[in-house]
């Protein structure tokens, strides 16, 4: 009974154990398969964090220096083309009915406009022959420009017209540059002087950003007024009456007392002009009788008979 009950559970028990052996066998490899790609994952996450902590570094150097770039596609995308960038002025003269009414119709225009006036010189004329000019200096909107000159231009006769642009692109884009840059300077000044140090140190660096500062207060005034030059276009108007003032004829009793003047100064002048000379004649009288006197003796000499 006993032999054959071995006889029985000897193969069962060989198979059982063949077959728990490849399970067991099968598990650890698959356990090792598992292991190896979380061994491989877990290293390219420390070479990333070690090459990202590097790469901050670099970075914070080169934000420090003004030297940064942008990265990826950033750095190879195309930059949009900036608008050209100009300032115009442009000059305008008229020939006008009336300038008195001709000035408060171009300050309402200006006023329409959103402009200013800058400056209004009125030469009003000082005798009846001079003719009356004025002169004005308007700044209006860039874009509204070419319709504030068409509108001028109908309240008389166009006598000049022009317009002068100057591009200043580059200067923009150079003051702009700048700025930048000295903005970074200052933002890496004041963490330095976050930092601690000796007072020489820090007296050093609060010099350099006082100088930082006052640079880019002075670079700040000149992009903001070429921008204001590029928003705002100058208009010099000129002026001019159409017709030249007649001279106005004086009235009667104006003339009459006029000539009467005339009259009288002519013969004061002359009675004074008579005395003078008779004053003269008696002053020189003898000398006048002595020449007169031998002019006489010569002739009854030269008129005498001759003696035979």
């Not at 060989?14 to 067991?24: H, K, V």
């Not at 300077?185 to 930082?212: F, Y």
């Not at 006052?214 to 009456?241: C, F, G, H, P, W």
Request: aromatic share 4%; net charge positive.
């Amino acid at each position: 009974m006993k032999r054959s009950l071995r006889a029985t559970f000897k193969p069962t028990f060989i198979f059982t154990a063949l077959m728990g052996g490849i399970l067991l066998t099968s598990c650890g490899s698959a356990s090792q398969k598992s292991a190896a790609p979380m061994m491989s994952q877990a290293s390219p996450v420390r070479k990333t964090a070690e090459t990202q902590t590097k790469s901050n570094s670099r970075v914070a150097q080169e934000v420090k220096d003004g030297t940064a770039k942008p990265e990826g596609n950033a750095a190879n995308a195309q930059a949009p083309k900036q608008r050209t960038q100009l300032i115009k002025t442009a000059e305008i003269s008229l020939k006008v009915d009336s300038i008195e009414k001709t000035l408060q119709t171009v300050t309402k225009l200006v006023q329409q406009k959103d402009g200013d006036i800058l400056s209004l010189q009125d030469d009003r004329p000082q005798d009846n022959v001079s003719r009356h000019l004025a002169s004005m200096q308007l700044r209006v909107p860039q874009e509204k420009l070419e319709t504030t000159l068409d509108e001028l231009a109908v309240l008389g006769t166009v006598q000049n017209r022009n317009i002068k642009a100057e591009d200043v692109t580059n200067q923009l884009v150079d003051a702009e540059a700048r700025l930048r840059n000295y903005r970074k300077q200052e933002a890496t000044l004041l963490k330095i002087m976050d930092r601690s140090g000796s007072v020489g140190d820090v007296l050093k660096v609060a010099q350099e950003l006082s100088n930082v500062r006052q640079t880019i207060e002075q670079v700040d005034a000149q992009l903001k007024n070429l921008r204001n030059q590029v928003a705002y276009s100058t208009i010099r108007l000129r002026l001019m009456d159409a017709v030249v003032p007649l001279p106005s004829q004086p009235a009667l009793d104006s003339q009459v007392k006029e000539t009467w003047n005339q009259a009288t100064h002519a013969l004061g002048s002359l009675t004074t002009t008579l005395i003078k000379l008779i004053i003269w004649l008696a002053v020189f009288s003898p000398y006048l009788l002595v020449v007169g006197g031998s002019i006489y003796g010569l002739n009854l000499l030269r008129n005498r008979p001759s003696r035979s």
